[in-house]
Nanobody, 120 residues
């Protein structure tokens, strides 16, 4: 069972990045999936989540209106489109699946993380 996150990088403030999370090893199409981020020295925080169908999405207040979460047609891939990036968005971003609690880090499966760095 693997979640593979990709798409991170370094951008200037106001720029955009698109993160991808590909799930393999089992069918994740029935699971909610989410994105979290962790800045150096800080706890891992909820960013966004999406229902198994893709019909429901959830966002942290800090990213509403700037980030968009979506699922691929096969439902085993989740994307996070990040626009209007700010320096405070700098963090390692993790994808996760199968939550016990949508907004906390109580997910059963985690990816390895991808670094996002936003410079001012």
């Amino acid at each position: 069972v693997q979640l593979q996150a990709s798409g991170g990088g370094a951008v200037q403030a106001g720029g955009s990045l698109r993160l991808s999370c590909a799930a393999s090893g089992r069918t994740f199409s029935n699971y909610y999936m989410g994105w979290f981020r962790q800045a150096p020295g800080k706890e891992r925080k909820f960013v966004s989540a999406i229902s198994w169908s893709g019909g429901s999405t959830f966002y942290a207040d800090s990213v509403k209106g700037r980030f968009t979460i979506s699922r691929g047609n096969a439902k085993n891939t989740v994307y996070l489109q990040m626009n209007s990036l700010k320096p405070e968005d700098t963090a390692v971003y993790y994808c996760a699946a199968d939550p016990s609690d949508l907004y906390t880090a109580n997910y059963n499966y985690w990816g390895q993380g991808t670094q996002v760095t936003v410079s001012s």
